[in-house]
């Protein structure tokens, strides 16, 4: 799945095997504390006349030092203001000034102490109680900084500057809302300030008022259109707001401006691939790392991309690269378990989970990646108890309906009590555990069962249960405790060696039954029924499962049978265009206005053998005992296992397993060939 994540600090996607929920990660707003230090004025341009034998005056060296100052020779001015300060002369615009050049360089200490010299000369010195705010900021003193910056506020009560810069103090302390009034004050006084409006922006981001903060963005940006961060954070928001393309041309007007920008190079690529224009998000992810090599997150996500591009190799070499210069990022090893786990390298696989739970103890999404891992490998006990962290992921699990009563802790309950059941994820997992409904009752339970409301009739007439619940009618249950259908298993601890049930339990009624029967028996051939594609909403987080309709062209080289399709919704418009459409039964187009699953049921029955990729239809036919072979991807979904060509979920049914990655080819070849083995055919 995929995880989206949406600051830097964090993680974008975060791929699981079944649902792709996490986005990708986005830059943090960049806040800046854009007012230059200011130098001191100086009153005349005195140079020193160096053929003079006079030692050059105190008025004379500072202003020297303010001219290589403003010229931006740092070294010279640094060397005057030096020589000034060691002879002993007094004056605050050295002291404060040097500050300036010592915070350049790093040297907050020395340019704390400078500074404070400053404010020792002059105590009402404006710009030096400012310049000291900036330093103790730096510092990580933010209450000192406070407090600086609002003694430079008190004696220069029209400060823009300063007002702008205690909001960002303010903001740093949390105290978001004096935040807020410190922006607005310096946007006051100096109405056409573009810093303070786009760190106004900033912080109304953070306070989640969108709509005001893309304004003041746009504000900065029309009062300093070479704004690049203004441009950058504005893409941001207008992506929060779900303006993908007006987000894009921010990023690529910040990128115009400023051409070595890694990060809107970075959220570029992100918004690229929200568009699907997954070539052009590649470039702009390679264009991040290329300006800044050690941009994890743009290796991470370019893993994703990769990865979603089909591209597993590259996109390896991308979630390690990472992870090597992030060592602690979870989401990576996370993904990269994923990936591996694609790859067949179940082993690796395991310990990117383990290593993603190491960094990251809560991780939910990790826990039930790998859970899926243990039950793919056969180890029920573990998976089992791992898979309940589906509740606990950024987008968990969610039951099909509501409910007032508690949920049950697997507890083992006594007879008579009360339990709701209540389904969860697709229709396929429905038919394959609803089984265990009736297993309950027996045991002296009072069931109450709530299932999708298109497989009802379907229940009653398996015996199932005679009065399944509509979502609206559990609701009111206010007695007993619930439970998910998928937590059955757990709380009756299948395993293979103890499957309960494996003898069918899915049944049409004999009315339909013979209905179908009069209608297919005019076929005259025996009938493979078959089914091609599921969900597509699955399929980019179970990819690969489905199949093209026209690989079963090669079954259609034999005229032994006649072809039936079970397909509905997604994929069946592909059966009009396949090229051997005359080798379907005569009916197909009454079966295709079939969707009730009861009928379907019935039309199942009358078929000899069903063939089907890894949808609902495979356990609707292998709950109703038929003959199914069913054809799984190189790495299947937990429920199949490896290598066995059988499975104790469903006994009449066979697997048909991919040797090769994507060559789907080859495995109907195989069946084509088993088909031929058989005495009917």
């Not at 350049?104 to 704390?112: C, M, N, Q, R, V």
């Not at 506020?153 to 105290?175: C, H, M, V």
């Not at 573990?382 to 697997?410: D, M, S, W």
Request: proline share 4%; net charge positive.
């Amino acid at each position: 799945m995929n995880c989206r994540i949406t600051e830097l600090v964090s993680s974008k996607k975060v791929l699981t095997s079944r649902d792709k929920d996490q986005g990708k990660k986005k830059i943090k707003n960049v806040k800046t504390y854009p007012v230059p230090f200011t130098l001191e004025e100086k009153k005349e341009n005195i140079t020193i006349n160096t053929n003079t034998p006079s030692q050059p005056s105190k008025e004379q060296i500072i202003n020297q030092a303010i001219e290589f100052h403003s010229q931006g020779n740092i070294p010279e001015a640094a060397k005057y203001y030096k020589n000034f300060i060691n002879k002993g002369f007094k004056d605050e615009r050295a002291f404060s000034n040097y500050g300036v050049i010592l915070k350049s360089l790093g040297k907050l200490k020395e340019a704390e102490i400078s500074t404070r010299k400053a404010i020792e000369i002059k105590p009402d010195f404006a710009k030096a109680h400012y310049n000291l705010g900036n330093i103790l900021n730096d510092l990580g003193k933010l209450k000192e900084a406070e407090i600086s910056t609002r003694k430079a506020i008190e004696i220069k009560p029209d400060y823009a500057d300063a007002y702008s810069n205690l909001g960002n103090i303010l903001n740093d302390l949390g105290k978001l809302q004096e935040a807020e009034l410190s922006y607005r004050k310096a946007i006051e006084i100096k109405p056409d300030y573009a810093e303070a409006h786009y760190n106004l922006g900033n912080l109304l981001k953070e306070l989640g008022k969108l709509q005001e903060a893309e304004l003041s963005y746009r504000k900065a940006i029309e009062i300093k259109p070479d704004f690049a961060e203004a441009h950058y954070n504005l893409g941001n928001i207008l992506n929060d707001l779900g303006k993908l393309q007006e987000a894009e041309l921010s990023y690529r007007k910040a990128i115009e401006i400023k051409p070595d920008f890694a990060e809107a190079h970075y959220n570029l690529g992100n918004i690229l691939n929200d568009l699907g224009k997954l070539q052009e998000a590649e470039l702009s992810y390679r264009k991040a790392i290329e300006i800044k090599p050690d941009f994890a997150e743009a290796h991470y996500n370019l893993g994703n991309l990769l990865k979603e591009l089909g591209k597993l190799q590259e996109a390896e070499l991308s979630y390690r690269k990472a992870i090597e210069i992030k060592p602690d990022f979870a989401e990576a090893h996370y993904n990269l378990g994923n990936l591996l786990k694609e790859l067949g390298k179940l082993q690796e696989a395991e310990l990117s989970y383990r290593k993603a739970i190491e960094i990251k103890p809560d991780y939910a999404e990790a826990f039930w990646n790998l859970s899926l891992l243990e039950l793919l490998q056969g180890d029920y006990k573990n998976g089992l108890e791992n898979y309940e962290f589906r509740f606990k992921k950024k987008k968990p699990a969610i039951p099909h309906c509501k409910t007032k009563v508690q949920r049950i802790n697997n507890q083992k309950l006594q007879k008579g009590e009360k339990l709701l059941v209540i389904s969860e994820q697709g229709l396929g997992d429905t038919l394959q555990y609803m089984r265990y409904i009736p297993y309950l009752r027996n045991q002296e339970l009072k069931i109450s069962f709530c299932a999708q409301t298109k497989l009802h009739s379907l229940i009653q007439a398996s015996g199932i249960d005679q009065n399944p619940l509509t979502p609206e009618q559990a609701e009111t249950i206010s007695e007993g405790q619930w439970s998910s259908l998928l937590s059955l298993p757990r709380y009756l601890e299948i395993n293979p060696q103890k499957p309960i049930i494996s003898e069918p339990y899915i049944f049409s009624t004999n009315q339909l039954k013979k209905k179908w029967k009069n209608i297919l028996s005019k076929e005259k051939r025996p009938i493979i029924g078959i089914n091609w594609q599921g969900n597509p909403n699955m399929e980019k987080t179970y990819q690969g499962r489905s199949i093209p309709l026209e690989t079963f062209a090669t079954l259609a080289r034999n005229n032994n049978f006649k072809l039936l399709s079970l397909q509905k919704g997604f994929g069946s418009e592909q059966l009009e265009k396949c090229s051997f459409r005359n080798k379907f039964v005569n009916c197909q187009a009454q079966i295709d206005e079939t969707w009730d699953f009861l009928e379907n049921a019935a039309i199942i029955e009358n078929c000899d053998l069903i063939i089907t990729c890894d949808t609902s239809i495979a356990h609707l036919a292998g709950g109703m005992g038929k003959k199914v072979w069913l054809l799984l991807k190189d790495i299947p979904f937990w429920t199949w296992g490896l290598e066995r060509e059988n499975t104790f979920w469903y006994p009449s049914m066979r697997l048909f397993r991919q040797k090769e990655r994507n060559n789907w080819q080859e495995v109907m070849e195989r069946v084509l060939m088993e088909i031929t083995k058989e005495k009917n055919y």
